[in-house]
């Protein structure tokens, strides 16, 4: 293997050498439209260059051998102009410099006699390096890689294929269609491995080569990432207007999110309105492709034919739905009978709900009857997710038919939303949003598939549709069958989709068939993270060598938990904990900081090097801990260790742990390490220290030193050199720029997470000063400058409308991060409110005005006018903007509207109380007395309820589980929940003892409408199986108390906890006393859920929050800290503010005191566990099973 690996380093060095000093002459494309056979090597970059040399080591790491390699290609003593006039040895040229590698014999017998035992295939490969150093085009060298075997192919291909790609983008409209097959497989493990962002594309191909180019494109869809397989839609579309309506389309798929004009060899110029339309000019993008003879296309252009349809193959499943509904009728049935449609919409992962339904209504016109329809279900691949016909019409046939196809599909409801999770949503973050609509659709599918008694076989074949399986099934399935080789990879599939309840109940029927230790080293992840402390318990795994087999991956990657406590995680490492902890993966967010700080105490920097490699999975408390650890035990060892830093002892310090450096050893770093410094700060994530933290300033300032000169004098590279820095800089610091870096850094800033709320009203009077008024930015400016809108709400406000604006701000949501589907806290949000932003949007789709974009818009405002509320398409269209109808609009909609619209409604968590009103009017209008609906219509109406009165939830017709399960997600109050518990009890003849785990978890919040006597009667074995449901439950103070009562009946006082209860137990902690809060160990407050921190009543705190010690409160982490309300901080005294201070992370400052900026040091915890933002979505009791392994 040393001799493979040496073998492959040579050959990535010859490959390196190679590219780095082909001038542009010998890169030149030397093919003209007339004589495509003299092909050369097209222009390269540097991207191109370190993607080759990813793709060898890839090759190496298969264990494949490199190509052999003559002398002349590195011999010292051949001059370039004597070189084989070839192209395989014009990309070696470069060799003739002194070789970083052992020199080589040239003598093929001697090659082959000093290689025979180790490459027994020499002579082939001998043969095709001859070959290849004969060629003189790009396709015949390709043509020899594809003859030759798999062992030199690999790095010949992965070497030449970001090389055939760039051919492809500067010659792939001239090149014969058989070369053009050619440069699209030698380029195909580019396409596979490119980076997740832009990718350039050939101008304007015509529908020949594009078709061979979309051939290819869909061979590595899955391969793509979401924003590639949109940027490729568009281009598609933009190339079929060009050449086939003569007129251009302008769209921000085609374009960089993050525009770098400076890089594209034109300075920025400061300017008014479209001043940046000429220096964001790309070459390679359509948008000013067209001739002087080109006009704009209308917004909604007709375009999509039954050829065009054919060349798109999977990336029909990207169209908006919009777009189809433009499709000619007859072309669209024509292509869905034809053999074209067979692959596009198999495996395709997610497709959006409204193009499925928009895309399935259209196909259920081109056939007579449903049973028509069935007959070609092997072309609807993820299509079927949508199939809502009869369900009667189904015979045995047809419905194998069907579920063949489910399996293809994955979650179609997956939309660009933020989930709005909050202490009162009460919604378990593992659990899959589910649109209601989407959920009865998936039962009534059910409910026709399984005919019979559900199987093993039935279920994993089910797709999205098992979402729809009732719980009360899954309980019957036996676990052998499910765990078995294939059938448990389907298994982690369908598990995904699945709600929490289901994933309980299907446990529940493992159980009965499969011992623990065996169920809990073979579940797959999803299912993993739904059992209980207790079951993990009676697991008792004794090593870490059991994680390391196959059926072990899963305790890896589930990264949810912390431990129980028959599994104490102080007990990690036996025989060397820097390998223990090297084999921990995901499982290393159970590690402790007291575990941190033993390990970096005795294996110092390769412990750190070992954390920093999973620092992907580290938390804010752990980096702390670790960061502080390392900084105190280096300084014991030197106590100047920082200002008299070296280079590789800097290098040596992850950039994770650098940016938690105490504020005067961060001004106090040599000079001579500069360069380390700023290296490591270009590429590191603030995210992890407050916005109020000291060290940012500090590390900023320290950078700017860094530059060695004013800021007036630095140019837009040595200020781009900053990286997320940038966004930390004082706009009165960013005036001293020169006009032309100023242009460009604002640019730059567009792409920040989070700008400092006091910068944000000067840094967009700097905009509206280097580029104008937004009201007159041009479609180009918006689509570079759009996210400082995000800045100014008024500004955002009064934007007049443009035909343009609406697709630009809709791309501005599209393009930011989802928000954590837990509450995040101000300290750590990483973006500002978007209300604002997604109000205009709604005004924007609702107004009347002539400058709406389509007929078809204009046409439904008017309808909407017409009646004064939304129409069904409207309500479509606006998804959660639909929270911005006014209580009158809603209550003038009409009831056939409301009727085809309450599952989108019901959606909508948020509406107001008149808005509810008016909702709940409708209800009555549209389908009757409340107390008369059916579960059907209860489940479709969702949060739609939350308007109901006490007394009508307590009429509502709900009898199982799993339509409480749906409407727990909603907001509801304490009578509320009172309500629908007191009737789903009267229904169902339950009482409270007699509540099983399953009943607990279905029940979801609404068990805080059990009385506290009832929760007191709770089987304490139930409880303990469904403690951690109960634990993200946002209950009253009342109930709150009560749980705690039962927890302490379950697993003891509460000073007995471990990390694993205490973050079960979630909410629970909020009803604890003072003496029982100041009784728990500190290393546990990083593992109370952050939710449970507000819960605690205010008026409370003088006894509650009082209690804690200042360790206590130093040892919540960052963000529990950051969870503390300003009515809570109130009730401390002044060294606990301090701790708290010191928890956050940031310095703590006295009544009176001035702040003294960044001069302070920015503290870490001292004591603690480990804790996320998002808690990973479970926060974890399982991790520190894993780690608690050992020492037992």
Request: charged letters at 20%; glycine letters at 6%; aromatic letters at 6%.
């Amino acid at each position: 293997m040393q001799t493979l690996r040496g073998k492959a380093l040579v050959f990535l060095l010859l490959a390196d050498l190679a590219i780095a000093v082909m001038s542009q002459e010998m890169m030149g494309n030397v093919m003209s439209e007339g004589n495509a056979t003299t092909m050369g090597i097209p222009r390269m970059t540097p991207e191109f260059k370190e993607m080759a040399k990813k793709l060898m080591l890839k090759c190496s790491k298969m264990g494949h051998q490199p190509p052999a390699m003559p002398e002349p290609a590195y011999n010292s003593s051949v001059e370039e102009e004597e070189m084989m006039p070839s192209l395989f040895s014009s990309l070696l040229s470069s060799l003739s410099s002194s070789p970083p590698f052992p020199t080589l014999t040239s003598s093929r017998s001697a090659r082959l006699s000093n290689s025979s035992v180790d490459r027994p295939d020499m002579e082939a490969d001998w043969n095709v390096t001859e070959q290849l150093l004969n060629v003189t085009t790009l396709p015949e060298m390709i043509d020899i890689m594809k003859n030759s075997t798999e062992q030199p192919r690999c790095f010949m291909q992965t070497f030449i294929s970001p090389v055939a790609w760039s051919a492809v983008i500067q010659n792939g409209l001239w090149v014969p269609i058989e070369d053009l097959s050619k440069l699209l497989w030698a380029a195909r493990p580019y396409l596979e491995n490119m980076p997740p962002h832009y990718i350039d594309l050939p101008p304007s191909p015509d529908q020949l080569h594009m078709a061979e180019m979309m051939k290819m494109f869909s061979e590595v869809f899955s391969s793509l990432s979401e924003e590639q397989r949109d940027q490729i839609r568009e281009w598609v579309k933009a190339s079929v207007l060009e050449n086939e309506f003569n007129c251009t389309h302008s769209s921000p798929a085609q374009r960089p999110k993050r525009p770098h004009p400076w890089s594209m060899g034109a300075k920025p110029t400061p300017g008014g309105p479209g001043a940046l339309g000429a220096l964001l000019h790309d070459p390679n993008s359509l948008l000013d492709s067209g001739g002087p003879n080109r006009v704009r296309c209308p917004q909604r252009q007709p375009w999509l034919n039954i050829k065009v349809l054919r060349i798109m193959g999977r990336f029909l499943s990207r169209l908006p739905p919009q777009e189809v509904k433009t499709i000619p009728s007859e072309e669209l049935c024509q292509f869905f009978r034809s053999q074209s449609v067979s692959h596009s919409f198999q495996r395709v992962g997610a497709i959006k709900a409204s193009l499925g339904r928009t895309l399935m209504s259209r196909l259920k016109t081109c056939f007579s009857s449903t049973q028509e329809l069935l007959q070609h279900t092997a072309s609807l691949g993820s299509l079927a997710c949508f199939y809502d016909g009869g369900v009667s019409s189904l015979n045995k046939t047809m419905s194998k038919g069907l579920l063949s196809q489910l399996e293809e599909c994955q979650n179609s409801a997956s939309k660009k939303t933020d989930p709005l999770l909050s202490p009162g949503s009460g919604q378990h973050p593992a659990q899959p949003q589910q649109n209601p609509q989407e959920l009865l659709q998936a039962k009534t599918l059910a409910k026709a598939l399984l005919k019979t008694q559900i199987s093993s076989s039935v279920l994993l074949s089910l797709g999205t549709v098992a979402r729809g399986v009732a719980s009360s099934e899954l309980q019957t399935l036996p676990g052998e069958e499910l765990l078995r080789g294939e059938e448990r990879e389907r298994l982690e599939r369908v598990s995904q989709m699945m709600s929490t309840l289901q994933r309980m109940a299907l446990l529940k029927g493992m159980r009965s068939s499969v011992n623990v230790s065996a169920l809990v080293l073979s579940v797959p992840a999803p299912l993993l993270s739904s059992l209980s402390l207790s079951t993990l318990g009676r697991a008792r795994l004794t090593s870490i060598e059991q994680l390391e087999a196959p059926s072990g991956h899963a305790m890896l990657e589930c990264s949810h938990r912390p431990v129980p406590d028959a599994y104490r995680a102080d007990v990690v490492w036996t025989r060397s904990g820097v390998l223990e902890y090297r084999m921990l993966g995901q499982a290393i967010q159970g590690v402790t900081c007291e575990m941190i700080d033993s390990l970096i105490q005795n294996e110092t920097m390769e412990s750190v090097e070992a954390l920093s490699q999973s620092s992907g999975w580290l938390d804010k408390t752990q980096i702390g801990c670790a960061a502080r650890q390392l900084f105190h035990t280096l300084e014991q060892n030197r106590t100047d260790y920082f200002s008299s830093i070296t280079k590789e002892e800097l290098q040596s310090i992850p950039a994770t742990m650098l940016i938690h450096l105490p504020a005067q050893r961060i001004q106090g770093l040599p000079v001579s390490v500069c360069g380390v410094f700023l290296d490591k700060m270009a590429a590191v994530s603030l995210s992890c220290l407050p916005h109020s933290s000291s060290s940012r300033s500090a590390l900023t300032q320290r950078a700017l030193d860094c530059l060695g000169k004013n800021l007036s004098e630095a140019s837009s590279e040595e200020v781009q050199s900053l990286g997320p820095l940038l966004c930390e800089l004082p706009p009165p610091q960013l005036r001293l720029l020169a006009p032309e870096v100023l242009n460009s850094t604002l640019l730059e800033l567009t792409a920040c997470p989070y700008i400092p709320r006091s910068y944000r009203a000067q840094l967009f009077s700097m905009v509206t000063d280097t580029f104008g008024q937004p009201s007159d930015w041009s479609e180009e400016d918006m689509m570079s400058l759009r996210p400082f809108l995000l800045l100014d709400n008024s500004t955002l406000r009064t934007l007049p409308n443009r035909p343009w604006l609406r697709s630009s701000l809709s791309d501005l949501i599209d393009s930011l991060p989802a928000l954590s589907s837990t509450v995040v806290p101000e300290e750590f949000r990483p973006r500002p409110d978007l209300s604002t932003l997604r109000w205009k949007l709604f005004v924007l789709t609702t107004r009347e005005d002539g400058q709406s974009s389509t007929a078809g818009q204009r046409r439904r405002r008017r309808e909407a006018m017409a009646v004064g509320g939304p129409t069904s398409d409207l309500i479509e269209e606006l998804g959660r903007g639909n929270v911005f109808w006014s209580p009158a609009q809603l209550a003038n909609m009409s009831c056939e509207t409301f009727t085809a619209s309450s599952s989108q409604l019901g959606e909508i968590r948020d509406f107001s109380d008149e808005q509810l009103a008016a909702l709940r009017q409708k209800v009555i209008e549209s389908l009757g007395p409340v107390g008369q609906l059916n579960e059907s219509q209860v489940l479709e109406l969702g949060c739609v309820s939350q308007g109901f009165s006490a007394q009508e939830l307590r009429q509502l017709n709900i009898s199982t589980l799993d339509t409480l399960e749906l409407l727990s997600t909603c907001r509801w109050t304490q009578a509320q929940r009172r309500a629908v518990w007191q009737g789903f009890k009267e229904r169902t003849g339950m009482c409270a003892a007699q509540l099983e785990e399953l009943d607990i978890v279905g029940l979801g919040q609404f068990i805080c409408g059990l009385e506290p006597e009832e929760i007191r009667q709770l089987s304490n074995h139930s409880f303990r199986e469904a403690a951690e449901v109960v634990g993200y439950t946002p209950c009253d103070k009342p109930q709150l108390e009560s749980f705690k009562r039962k927890a302490v009946l379950v697993f003891g006082e509460p000073q007995s906890w471990s990390e694993g209860q205490v973050t079960s137990l979630g909410n629970i902690l909020a009803g604890l006393e003072a003496a029982e809060l100041r009784s728990l160990t500190p290393s546990v407050f990083c593992f109370i859920k952050a939710s449970a921190i507000p819960l605690i009543p205010p008026h409370a705190l003088g006894c509650e929050f009082l209690a804690l010690s200042v360790s206590q409160l130093q040892a919540l982490g960052p963000d529990n800290a950051a969870m503390v309300t300003e009515a809570q901080r109130a009730e401390l005294g002044a060294e606990q503010r301090k701790g708290l201070a010191d928890a956050l992370g940031v310095a703590y400052i006295r009544a009176g005191e001035p702040s003294s900026g960044g001069s302070q040091s920015s503290p870490v915890p001292q004591t603690g566990g480990s804790t996320s933002h998002t808690m990973r979505g479970i926060l974890k009791p399982l991790l520190l099973l894993v780690l608690g392994l050992m020492l037992d």
